[in-house]
Nanobody
Framework: QVQLVESGGGLVQPGGSLRLSCAAS????????IGWFRQAPGKEREGVSC????????YYSDSVKGRFAISRDYVKNTVDLQMNSLEPEDTAVYFCAAAARGDTVQHMCTKPFDPYDYWGRGTQVTVSS
């Protein structure tokens, strides 16, 4: 079983930055996609950014494109999400997930999220002045 643990969340002012980290017990095996998702109170879970491990293709939702960047850290064995120019609308619990197989990175980052086999428990991001 793959264990995923998110970290890096916290309270930040609008316009600030955070870097989230998704630590996996093992990313060296054959995983199709690693994704970052978020869920705000009273709202459905949405895909934020996803990366296909095999070809390094990346996807960003329209709301975060140009502000967020997803990357792999081979030293720490993590998939990180750099979040810049944060807005109050970014406030949510952020989850990472891993899928052993799937479709295009865009399809893997949009509903439904059934292909994802493993989910972390989430980290809270609050953007407020």
């Amino acid at each position: 079983q793959v264990q995923l643990v998110e970290s890096g969340g916290g309270l930040v002012q609008p316009g600030g930055s955070l870097r989230l980290s998704c630590a996996a017990s093992e990313f060296t095996l054959d995983y199709y996609t690693i994704g970052w998702f978020r869920q705000a109170p009273g709202k459905e879970r949405e895909g934020v950014s996803c990366i296909n491990i095999s070809d390094n293709m990346k996807y960003y939702s329209d709301s975060v494109k140009g502000r967020f960047a997803i990357s792999r850290d081979y030293v720490k064995n993590t998939v990180d999400l750099q979040m810049n120019s944060l807005e109050p609308e970014d406030t949510a619990v952020y989850f990472c997930a891993a899928a052993a197989r799937g479709d295009t990175v865009q399809h893997m980052c949009t509903k439904p999220f059934d292909p994802y086999d493993y989910w972390g428990r989430g980290t809270q991001v609050t953007v407020s002045s």
